[in-house]
């Protein structure tokens, strides 16, 4: 980014930063006249006309790109732009600074840029329009006030001076000004680098040297509510946010994932390969043949033939194949590069409620302490569910459905809400605060069993209220961890009666509470997780349980499911270890219980740090912070805002065997791109040698510059089918990781194998083809242009598959049919007068004997090769 462009962002910064200030301390009154709104929201044709003016509440840099900078993208890359370097040499040799003008080796040159960018945006195209479909069904939205009504819209939609409706989970839509807030605390890390969540207000005092982020009642785009309830009033949106305004700067921050690590260092690797064969072959064939000018020409030609142009073009149809392939299977997958992480993985973490479980949780049962069924448990409940207005999970509804069938409806026009103490990760339980018709207030709070024991003082046993005591004690846990046992999800009830009439409640006032009962839930485990956990542990995938349910239910939930529950760990026992400890664990034992969404964090984090590619599948608030910190996280339709917005991959159904189809197809994209990778590296290397050798021996370079530049394309045109090829299962059943040394040691293997053909192929030619005769240079040329197109294309069937092609192994008939179409038509070049075009002689038939027979001991060497390289290394591809 240039200095003025700097300059400018700075200012808009500055100007957008000075304007949200003076919004944050006006008076309410004349925050709704700067904002032209009011108490009661916008109408729906002056939000119309807002949205007109202002345009969709969308950052610039997450707009749909134009066709043309779509266009552009795929011909910037190393390989290209070094295919253009080489085409500018060229104008000035052959165009420029010739005798005779020549474009034919520009042409070719720049019909290989064109061919390679052409395939890969082809394939862009068609992989972004099938994401889009789906995208369309994964939307974000918003609870605004429009005609004093309260309506759920796309936050795109959102305007200026709109009222909207914020809770646990949401994502603030826009930079806001909060007008009610409630224990409403809000995550600003993506833009103040702050791990803590920090509490809002609607009213502040002025500051003159407050920071922007630091002003207590301002909300920002980028950001999301970790706890509470609030309403706020829109001050910006898209562009002109404070996150919109920070988009241009943010852009190229994001850390590398492990594919585009990968692809760096193999791009790097061959390129590398490339620019030492320039200076080589320049200096032998000038020093050897005295022929400068072309021994630079030749030079320029070998690096055009040596440059994996098709690298971006296999890579990008690879990976566009598997997006549209798990599209059809109601996946969306955000970013290419996904797809392969996903063969990658070797560690699946998830949550357990609503990922492994069914999110159809049912009340089964309402009890006292004794554990007998006891309606007035289940009415403090429905009361505590229906009045609480912050996020209602499945656990509310599943109470409120109850408390419906039951026919308890009409107790909700006794009561009316006072106050409220919202739900949050470390309380884990919620309050409201109701009064009745006779003025009397009542607490009633549901949550985790063990919070709530330590908050109450007292319990009601049989119809009495009584200090609690050790016994009393005892005789609460044991009926909580019998029904937990027996796989219930189990919530306590507790409620009091002293409540202040004048007073702001908060979480001070959740104590000496009354103990009434428990609710019990049940959430059996998905119908396909047990056989989608069992498919990934086949395919070399551990599963890890997270979840910040109960040790009882999660042990429960785990055994259905064959997840090894000898020990389970729980948070505090987390906390009490340091990551040494907690890592020696984490290599034994697969389950954790009661965890806060920091401890998910941090052992995803850990398994990282040991070298495993992690996956996290989760849904909820607590799920978010793993779900960033993973390799790839993956959520699903339901899931609240942030999740939906953290992940790389969202699930639109609720089969989770479609993770074994995103392995599978993640390990086949890898493996197709490795093919090639392997086949140019190894091929390019064994050029080279050949090169040098020829250089060296024969009086005339062995290929013309025209040569090398057609064989290149013929070669380009046969591995078309290489995205689609099958890949072996064996490959398919363990995580697939780059690894540049590995390619490094078969290209030093393989590479000198096919020299040493290629050196056959020199001998026939010079010996029993032109026997010597220097003049018979152009057959020379020919023999060798067929037998290089020829053997690059039958090598491909051996390297693609550790077993015996066509015999073990079939590969696709796209692939089948490029290559028979390229061996075919460098067959006619060399064989009739077509070749005459490009300065080749026609060769004889006996040489095409010679060129089958060499072939055929090629891939023979190479399957030799194969298996003892398998012998050795334990691997193929």
């Not at 207030?441 to 919070?451: D, F, N, S």
């Not at 159904?653 to 086949?679: A, C, P, Q, S």
Request: proline share 3%; charged share 25%; aromatic share 8%.
């Amino acid at each position: 980014m240039n200095n003025e462009k700097k300059v400018s962002l700075k200012r808009v910064e500055h100007d957008l930063e000075i304007r949200l200030k003076s919004l944050a301390f006006l008076d309410e009154e004349l925050l709704f006249k700067e904002l032209a709104s009011k108490n009661n929201g916008l109408t729906v044709e002056e939000a119309e006309d807002k949205l007109a003016f202002e345009g969709k509440n969308i950052i610039e840099g997450k707009r749909k790109k134009s066709t043309f900078k779509r266009l552009i993208e795929p011909i910037i890359n190393p390989f290209n732009l070094l295919l253009i370097g080489i085409a500018v040499m060229t104008l000035f040799t052959d165009v420029i600074f010739a005798d005779t003008p020549e474009y034919i080796t520009i042409i070719i040159i720049l019909s290989l840029v064109f061919l390679s960018s052409a395939i890969a945006f082809i394939q862009s195209e068609r992989s972004n329009n099938a994401v889009e479909k789906l995208l369309k069904l994964v939307t974000n939205t918003v609870d605004v006030l429009r005609d004093d009504e309260w309506l759920e819209l796309n936050i795109e939609e959102i305007v200026s001076g709109d009222i909207i409706k914020l809770s646990a989970g949401d994502m603030i839509p826009a930079d806001v000004r909060f007008l009610t807030t409630k224990d409403t605390f809000v995550a600003q890390a993506a833009l103040t680098g702050e791990s803590n969540p920090v509490e809002k207000y609607p009213i502040v005092e002025f500051k003159q040297n407050y920071s922007l982020t630091d002003i207590e009642n301002l909300g920002f785009m980028g950001s999301n509510i970790v706890s509470g309830s609030a309403t706020a009033i829109v001050l910006a949106t898209g562009n002109n946010t404070f996150y919109g305004s920070m988009a241009e700067s943010l852009r190229g921050t994001r850390a590398l994932k492990s594919f585009e690590r990968g692809i760096g260092s193999v791009s790097k690797l061959l390129i590398q390969l490339t620019l030492l064969m320039i200076p080589l072959v320049l200096i032998i064939n000038g020093v050897l043949k005295n022929e400068w000018w072309e021994a630079l020409l030749f030079a320029i030609s070998i690096a055009v033939g040596l440059t994996p142009e098709m690298l971006p073009v296999i890579m990008t149809s690879t990976l566009a194949k598997g997006a549209i392939t798990m599209s059809k299977h109601q996946v969306v997958v955000k970013s290419l590069g996904t797809i392969q992480t996903f063969g990658e993985m070797d560690i699946l973490c998830t949550d357990k409620t609503g990922t492994l479980t069914e999110d159809k949780i049912v009340l089964e049962k309402y009890m006292n302490l004794h554990g007998d069924d006891d309606k007035r448990v289940l009415r403090h409940a429905y009361l505590n569910s229906y009045f609480q207005t912050g996020l209602k999970n499945l656990i509310d509804i599943a109470v409120i459905n109850r408390a419906h069938e039951d026919n308890l409806d009409k107790i909700l026009t006794n009561y009316q809400k006072v106050d409220e103490i919202p739900f949050d990760f470390t309380r884990r339980r919620m309050s409201v605060v109701l009064q009745d018709k006779t003025g009397k207030r009542q607490l009633i709070t549901k949550g985790a069993v063990e919070e709530m024991m330590e908050i109450s003082a007292f319990i009601e046993i049989d119809g009495k209220v009584e200090v609690m005591n050790e016994s009393l004690k005892e005789l609460a846990l044991k009926t909580y961890q019998k029904h937990n046992q027996e796989g219930l999800r189990i919530l306590a009830v507790a409620q009091k009666n002293e409540v202040p009439d004048e007073h702001t409640f908060g979480v001070a006032d959740e104590s000496d509470l009354v103990l009434i009962g428990f609710i019990g839930f049940l959430d059996p485990p998905k119908e396909s997780a047990k056989d989608a956990l069992f498919q990934l542990k086949e395919h070399g995938i551990r599963t890890i349980v997270l979840t910040g349910d109960s040790e009882g239910v999660t042990r429960k939930v785990c055994q259905k499911l064959n997840i090894d529950t000898t020990k389970i760990f729980v948070g505090f026992e987390i906390d009490n270890m340091n990551d040494e400890e907690l890592v020696v664990n984490l290599r034994k034992h697969d389950v954790y219980a009661k965890l806060t969404p920091a401890q998910k964090e941090r052992i995803v984090k850990l398994l990282q740090q040991e070298g495993h590619t992690v996956g996290y599948l989760g849904d909820g608030i607590n799920d978010a912070p793993a779900l960033h910190q993973a390799d790839i996280g993956i959520s699903v339709d339901s899931a609240v805002d942030i999740a939906k917005e953290t992940a790389d991959i969202v699930l639109l159904e609720k089969d989770l065997l479609v993770l074994e189809e995103g392995v599978i197809e993640g390990r086949k994209t890898f493996g197709n791109i490795i093919k090639y990778i392997k086949m140019a590296a190894s091929g390019n290397f064994g050029n080279m040698i050949a090169v040098i050798v020829a250089s060296i021996f024969l009086p005339f370079l062995p290929m013309l510059p025209i040569h090398i530049l057609t064989q290149n394309l013929l070669n380009d045109f046969s591995q078309l089918g290489m995205p689609f090829d099958k890949v072996d299962s064996s490959y398919l059943k363990k995580p697939r990781k780059w690894d540049t040394k590995g390619i490094r040691t078969f290209t030093f293997i393989m590479g000198p194998l096919s020299s040493i053909f290629d050196i056959l192929t020199f001998l026939v030619l010079w010996y029993l083809i032109i026997k010597g005769d220097v003049n018979q240079a152009p057959l020379f040329h020919a023999g060798w242009f067929v037998f290089g197109t020829v053997s690059q294309i039958v090598v491909i069937y051996a390297i693609r598959t550790e077993k015996i092609s066509f015999l073990q192994s079939l590969p696709a008939k796209l692939l089948i049919v490029s290559t028979v179409l390229i061996t075919t038509l460098a067959l006619l070049i060399g064989f009739t007068t077509i070749g005459s075009y490009i300065s080749l002689a026609q060769l004889p038939l006996v040489y095409l004997a010679w060129l089958f027979g060499l072939a055929l001991l090629y891939v023979v060497s190479v399957e030799i090769v194969k298996k003892l390289y398998i012998k050795r290394y334990n691997t193929w591809m």
